[in-house]
Structures are given as structure tokens and as C-alpha cells.
């Protein structure tokens, strides 16, 4: 049983261009939520999804960032025109109503690096 | 702004010896978790605490929650250098909003 899979593991990008973080859930879960995390910080929350809905976004900036969970298919965080301030972990979770309760599982992040 | 704040920030201990780390929030909660991070890696769920608990062991860890005072603590008995790693707690699932609000973290280094 995979835990959360996030891909890639590490990812430049050149100021200017465009980041795509993926995150597949646990088999089974149903919601996923975003985080980032700054050199030194905690953990921000970005954005709560669950299949074709956003349930919560109140932790994305308003512009440049977008977060989709399909149907089908991985969760997508993306980044356009990323910037320096953009290089951060971005970590993914995911759970399941009332399972929540019991703790997250999380992915292993993806380490932006904007250059 | 955070809702939870560690201390200390970092803390270096013998192995052997226990760890104790404290966490502060400021509103009001149902759920308080511990997390364990890594160098370079994802969080790990450690431990869950609810509103109504006061006190919760799992293996060598024991969290209590005082509500009163709005923090938590973090023991870890018997330190082994396998425990270094970051430390946080998070406020949530709460009333519905089931985000977690992270707080800055412990550094804990257990000198072999």
C-alpha cells in the first residue's frame, strides 16, 4: 500500500517558467491538501481538495498559483512565472473524511528551486 | 500567523537522556498532532491529541494538552540518535476546517 507519492523529489526552474507538483494520494483518499514549507519554517497551508473541487483555498497567493485534483489522475499544483520566493518544499497530504482525525499522511515534498 | 510556537527552538541532548518539547497556540481547538520531520524529508504522524484528552503515550512519546494554558508538550524518553530530527505540532482538524496550522518546529540533535 503506497503511501503519498510526490513527484518530482527535487525541480529548477528558471525565473519565468512554469512549475508542475504532483501529488497521488493514498489508494482510497479522497482529499489532499497542500503545504508549504520555507527554509527554517514550519509548514503553510496552501489549498484543501477534494476529486474536481477545491474546498479550500484561503493559503494560495491570488495569482500565479492554481491547484486541480481530477477525476482522474494526480492532484497538480502549479506555478506559473515562478520567482525566487517561490523556492520552497511543497508538501502534499491526504486523508479521508473522518480520517483526518487520526492523523495525515504525507509525501516526501518536492524541493522547487527557482534559479 | 502561526498558531503554534515551539520551544525551544533547538535543544541537543545526551542519548539516553529525555527531550521535552513545548508547543503554545491561540485559539481555541478540537485536535493537536505532533509531527516528526527528517533532514531533507516529509512529515511523519506521531501523535493526536484531542480537546477532551489531557494525556496520550505512544511507545516513548507522551503528549499532554492543556487547554487552559493553550499548549502542549512533547516527551520523548530515552533518547536514541534515530530521534534527531524536527519536531512540530499543529493545531487541527477544528470545527469543521480540517487544515493544520503548523507551528515553527524543535530542532532536536541527540549526541551519540
Known amino acids: ?56 483555498e484561503s493559503g494560495m497567493p491570488k495569482e500565479r498559483f492554481s491547484a486541480e485534483f481530477p477525476k482522474e489522475g494526480p492532484s497538480i499544483l502549479r506555478i506559473q512565472q515562478v520567482v525566487r520566493g517561490d523556492s520552497a518544499a511543497y508538501f502534499c497530504a491526504s486523508s479521508n473524511r473522518g480520517q483526518a482525525n487520526y492523523g495525515y499522511t504525507f509525501g516526501s515534498g518536492t524541493r522547487l528551486t527557482v534559479v | 500567523s502561526q498558531q503554534g510556537e515551539e520551544d525551544p527552538q533547538a535543544l541537543s541532548i545526551q542519548e539516553g537522556e529525555n527531550a521535552t518539547m513545548n508547543c503554545s497556540y491561540k ?23 484531542r480537546s477532551n484528552e489531557r494525556e496520550k503515550h505512544s511507545g516513548r512519546l507522551r503528549v499532554t494538552l492543556d487547554t487552559s494554558k493553550k499548549s502542549s508538550s512533547l516527551l520523548i524518553t530515552a533518547s536514541r540518535a534515530a530521534d534527531t530530527a524536527s519536531y512540530f505540532c499543529a493545531t487541527g482538524p477544528n470545527f469543521g476546517n480540517e487544515k493544520l496550522t503548523f507551528g515553527t518546529g524543535t530542532r532536536l540533535t541527540i549526541i551519540p
Open chain 1, 1 to 56: 500500500n503506497a503511501g503519498v507519492m510526490q513527484n518530482p523529489r527535487h525541480l529548477v526552474r528558471r525565473r519565468g517558467q512554469e512549475a508542475r507538483l504532483r501529488c497521488s494520494p493514498m489508494k482510497g483518499h479522497s482529499h489532499v491538501y497542500w503545504y508549504r514549507q520555507l527554509p527554517e519554517e514550519g509548514l503553510k497551508f496552501m489549498v484543501y481538495l477534494q476529486k474536481e473541487n477545491i474546498i479550500d
Open chain 2, 27 to 49: 485559539t481555541s481547538i478540537n485536535n493537536l498532532q505532533w509531527y516528526r520531520q527528517n533532514s531533507g524529508r516529509g512529515l511523519v504522524h506521531l501523535i493526536l491529541i
